[in-house]
């Protein structure tokens, strides 16, 4: 049985706990130790957590077998210090992109008197990571190993981060900085090694499975597979009901360097590229409605469609031949690929 959300929050207070513990041993003033809490608490907790569950699906998959209280505890405190890093990323990005809300509330530096403090917020979030990871795995021999996984993941994203940054800046648009090969490059390192590959790989280390061999399949297997969830994302939205994806479309009018307008500049008429050039990333939905119109005339519905048989049959063959001798089974990508494939979501 996977693990349901609220069992998953049911470990989070305790990690709390751990980390104040921690900053008391310091003699935290207390106003700073309740701050700290509240940003532990605002930032990590409310999303679909899909990331810090998947540890726990992992490790059972591969263990065929349910976890024990102790194991489910310890594959849960790995999921969540992957959702530390999340918000970690989460509160520098919102101010990197000034967005407004997150997760239905304000963004952490829009709440009352935060502002700025955010980023040392985020600092605080990434290290709790390090705190919680020596006090529970220290005494393994494969400790190491996931401290230099998590720093690892950590800077490929960040290098994914810059390359968005400078590929596709809000507020200057200039449609010839984009390019495919720019737009993989960003997925495959801001989203697909973080989201995909992390989780994974921890259960890997965690059943003690982490072989070189497997290793190398989980990468071969996943990295596509998070490529796929971003196009599919950048599908979703532009041509998703709002209300079944439960929030409006912004890349058009955020100047995102998309699977969508990549795949528009390599086929357009230089009259379709004029469009573009004119109305995309500009904050006017009537421009966002031309670039959506051009969206149409160029068939990226279909576009995207061909796109998604190819890769996931290119997915399931690899998992077709994954070697399983090892103890990685089939099962771990199967059930990732039944989560994401045709989401509308």
């Not at 967005?99 to 509330?105: A, E, H, I, M, V």
């Not at 995309?280 to 119109?293: M, N, P």
């Not at 061909?306 to 990685?328: F, H, N, P, W």
Request: charged fraction near 30%; hydrophobic fraction near 35%; aromatic fraction near 12%.
């Amino acid at each position: 049985m996977p693990a349901t959300l609220k069992e998953f929050e049911t470990v989070f207070p305790k990690l709390v706990e751990d980390l104040k513990e921690h900053c008391e041993q310091y003699k935290l003033p207390q106003q700073a130790l309740k701050w700290f809490e509240n940003s532990l608490n605002h930032n990590t907790v409310g999303g679909k957590c899909n990331r810090g569950l998947s540890v726990i699906d992992t490790a059972q998959t591969i263990l065929g077998r349910k976890l024990t209280d102790d194991e489910f505890f310890r594959t849960a405190s790995l999921g969540w210090f992957i959702e530390l890093l999340q918000a970690f990323f989460l509160v520098s990005d919102d101010i990197m992109d000034s967005s407004k809300t997150r997760r239905g509330s304000p963004c952490w530096y829009l709440m009352p008197n935060v502002g700025m403090i955010a980023i040392n917020d985020a600092f605080m979030l990434e290290s709790s990571i390090y705190v919680l990871l020596k006090k529970y795995f220290r005494q393994e021999k494969y400790y190491i190993d996931i401290v230099e996984l998590f720093h690892e993941v950590s800077f490929q994203t960040e290098l994914g981060q810059t390359c968005d940054l400078l590929t596709a800046p809000e507020d200057h648009v200039d449609l010839d900085n984009f390019s495919l090969e720019k737009y993989t490059f960003i997925v495959i390192y801001k989203t697909a090694y973080y989201s995909f590959y992390l989780p994974v790989v921890l259960a890997l280390y965690f059943t003690g499975h982490a072989t070189p061999k497997n290793l190398k399949a989980a990468e071969d297997i996943l990295i596509p597979m998070g490529e796929y969830f971003q196009v599919q994302d950048d599908y979703l939205d532009n041509f998703a009901d709002p209300s079944v994806l439960g929030k409006i479309g912004t890349d058009i009018q955020d100047n995102k360097c998309s699977w969508l307008v990549n795949q528009a500049l390599k086929i357009c008429t230089p009259e379709q590229r004029k469009v573009l050039e004119t109305n995309y990333g500009r904050k006017d939905k009537a421009c966002e409605a031309k670039v959506k119109t051009l969206f149409d005339e160029l068939n990226l519905k279909e576009k995207y469609e061909q796109y998604e048989e190819a890769r996931v049959t290119e997915i399931k063959q690899k998992i077709a031949e994954l070697d399983e001798s090892e103890g990685l089974k089939k099962e771990v990508f199967e059930e990732f690929l039944r989560k994401i494939y045709k989401r509308s979501k």
